[in-house]
């Protein structure tokens, strides 16, 4: 059973910075390419960034620069470190397979606001 579990969300204010984590199980992490995806209020979810098994990463135009992902793959778990946060980032976050499996997590939380 694939258990996505991310953490690491709250409030900050514009320019700060945030580190969210997911952990993940019923998956062979390490073969796969995972990305962190993110749902503005009223918006449709999309992808913010992805990094595949050996570790090659990519970024949407509106966080390269600011947004690093990385992975453990010795413990399952994938980062997101956030840096120089803008309001237009608050979303919940997601992890997931990239492509997504048909699995989502519960997300967390990002508010940047002053």
């Known amino acids: 059973q694939v258990r996505l579990v991310e953490s690491g969300g709250g409030l900050v204010q514009p320019g700060e910075s945030l580190r969210l984590s997911c952990a993940a199980s019923?998956?062979?992490?390490?073969?796969?390419?995972m990305g962190w995806y993110r749902q503005a209020p009223g918006k449709q979810r999309e992808l913010v960034a992805t990094?595949?098994?050996?570790?090659?990463?990519n970024y949407a135009d509106s966080v390269k620069g600011r947004f690093t992902i990385s992975r453990d793959n010795t413990f399952y778990i994938l980062y997101l470190q956030m840096n120089s946060l803008k309001p237009e980032d608050t979303a919940v976050y997601y992890c997931?397979?990239?492509?997504?499996?048909?699995?989502w997590g519960k997300g967390t939380l990002v508010t940047v606001s002053s």
């Open positions: 997931n397979e990239d492509p997504p499996g048909d699995y």
């Open positions: 019923g998956i062979v992490f390490r073969i796969y390419a």
């Open positions: 990094i595949t098994s050996g570790g090659s990463t």
